[in-house]
């Protein structure tokens, strides 16, 4: 059988989505008869290739008590600190002519509640990127004399991995500069399963997403004062802009 064998390893597929590649992909294969053949074969995004042993990899063999041969496969983080999708498959043939790969693990069987090693596709992604916020109805540091109403657009885009949530801040202040004070207001828009009721505080954001992506709109009411808008836009994997 071939299974994950640390945590670090774990919280990548767990997670899919991952900024960080601090630790080595640590995988574990135990076999009662010895592997005479085996291969580790990677895929970023489209391009796949095979890994190469004792550079991009290293193996160690063990023998335990009841005479099982346990394999661990080590990647290193080199080969996966890039931003993109991956996918890595083990696979291997012993002396009996038995065949084992990780390709076989499926992620149905994960989805059964089950956390158990060696459940899991070794599949996540990398991504380091922010999104960009995108605002057209009004200018930064300018000042609308005419005390009108305004009505904005927030276009949040993440070419990556896509935008998870929107948090949007308001403030109102006789300074320009801003202030220290907590936000008058606060809503962030987030998506909901479908088993899951819409909190007014935070507006269902697939009612804001169409064909071109997402767009929301925003009213600001007419005010002696200066108005303050911080827009932070979050991606699955923790990355953040602020506007």
Same mark, same amino acid.
């Given at each position: 059988?071939?299974?994950?064998?640390?945590?670090?390893? %774990?919280?990548?597929?767990?997670?899919y989505?991952?900024?960080?590649?601090?630790?080595?992909?640590?995988?574990? =294969?135990?076999?009662?008869s010895?592997?005479? =053949?085996y291969?580790v074969? %990677?895929?970023?995004?489209?391009? $796949?290739?095979?890994? $190469?042993?004792?550079r991009?990899?290293?193996?160690?063999?063990?023998?335990?008590?009841e005479?099982?041969?346990?394999?661990?496969?080590?990647?290193?983080?080199?080969?996966?600190?890039?931003?993109?999708n991956?996918?890595?498959?083990?696979?291997?043939?012993?002396?009996?002519?038995?065949?084992?790969?990780?390709?076989?693990? %499926?992620?149905? =069987?994960?989805?059964?509640?089950?956390?158990?090693v060696?459940?899991?596709?070794?599949?996540?992604?990398?991504?380091?990127?922010?999104?960009?916020?995108?605002?057209?109805?009004?200018?930064? !540091?300018?000042?609308?004399?005419?005390?009108?109403?305004?009505?904005?657009?927030?276009?949040?885009e993440?070419?990556?991995?896509?935008?998870?949530?929107?948090e949007?801040?308001?403030?109102?202040?006789?300074?320009?500069?801003?202030? !220290?004070?907590?936000?008058?207001?606060?809503?962030?828009?987030?998506?909901y399963?479908?088993? =899951?009721?819409p909190?007014?505080?935070?507006?269902?954001?697939?009612?804001?997403?169409?064909?071109?992506?997402?767009?929301i709109?925003?009213?600001? !009411?007419?005010?002696?004062?200066? $108005?303050?808008?911080?827009?932070?836009?979050?991606?699955?994997?923790?990355?953040?802009?602020? !506007?």
């Open positions: 059988s071939i299974g994950i064998s640390n945590s670090p390893t %774990m919280t990548y597929i767990r997670r989505f991952n900024r960080e590649t601090k630790d080595p992909l640590v995988i574990r =294969e135990i076999n009662p010895p592997v005479e =053949e291969s074969t %990677m895929r970023k995004d489209s391009v $796949q290739r095979v890994l $190469q042993p004792g991009e990899y290293k193996r160690t063999v063990e023998l335990d008590e005479g099982k041969h346990s394999y661990l496969y080590e990647i290193a983080c080199p080969v996966f600190e890039k931003e993109g991956y996918s890595f498959v083990i696979s291997s043939r012993d002396s009996a002519g038995n065949e084992n790969s990780t390709a076989q693990v %499926m992620q149905e =069987e994960a989805a059964g509640g089950r956390l158990s060696g459940l899991f596709p070794i599949a996540f992604c990398i991504d380091r990127t922010p999104p960009v916020n995108r605002i057209t109805g009004i200018r930064s !540091d300018v000042q609308y004399v005419r005390g009108d109403e305004l009505e904005i657009s927030i276009f949040p993440d070419a990556q991995t896509g935008v998870e949530s929107v949007l801040r308001f403030w109102k202040s006789p300074f320009a500069a801003g202030t !220290d004070a907590a936000p008058e207001k606060i809503l962030k828009y987030r998506y399963g479908e088993k =899951e009721t909190d007014p505080v935070h507006p269902d954001l697939g009612l804001y997403t169409g064909e071109k992506g997402i767009e709109p925003v009213h600001l !009411d007419g005010s002696d004062q200066w $108005q303050i808008l911080e827009i932070i836009t979050t991606d699955p994997a923790g990355n953040e802009s602020r !506007d």
